[in-house]
């Protein structure tokens, strides 16, 4: 059984900068694509980012592409969300999410592709 723990989320002024991490532990991390959602009060959770195991593959939603960074560390199981120019509606609880990667390149877009989830951590965007 795969536990995620995510951390790094707080209040922070709209321009601003936060990294999310999510520290992965039960499992063999190195074989998991990850995935980033977030869910915003009274909204369905949606993607955010998605990474390959390997790392050498990742993706974005349109929303945050050119503004959030996805990156993995497979020798200390933890995946990175960095998020800089940061608006009031990346407001939101956000999650990771892992499952057991078909190959070295595949990464999942929607959350029924996750086996596997975290608490999340909440993220705050002031104006």
């Known amino acids: 059984q795969v536990q995620l723990v995510e951390s790094g989320g707080g209040l922070v002024q709209a321009g601003g900068s936060l990294r999310l991490s999510c520290a992965a532990s039960?499992?063999?991390?190195?074989?998991?694509?990850m995935g980033w959602f977030r869910q915003a009060p009274g909204k369905e959770r949606e993607f955010v980012a998605t990474?390959?195991?390997?790392?050498?593959?990742?993706d974005y939603a349109d929303s945050v592409q050119g503004r959030f960074t996805i990156s993995r560390d497979n020798a200390k199981n933890t995946v990175y969300l960095q998020m800089s120019s940061l608006k009031p509606e990346d407001t939101a609880v956000y999650y990771c999410?892992?499952?057991?990667?078909?190959?070295?390149?595949?990464?999942?877009?929607?959350?029924?592709?996750?086996?596997?989830w975290g608490r999340g951590t909440q993220v705050t965007v002031s104006s």
């Open positions: 039960g499992g063999t991390f190195s074989t998991y694509a």
């Open positions: 990474i390959s195991r390997s790392g050498g593959r990742t």
């Open positions: 999410a892992a499952r057991t990667a078909l190959n070295s390149g595949s990464v999942y877009y929607a959350s029924v592709h996750y086996n596997y």
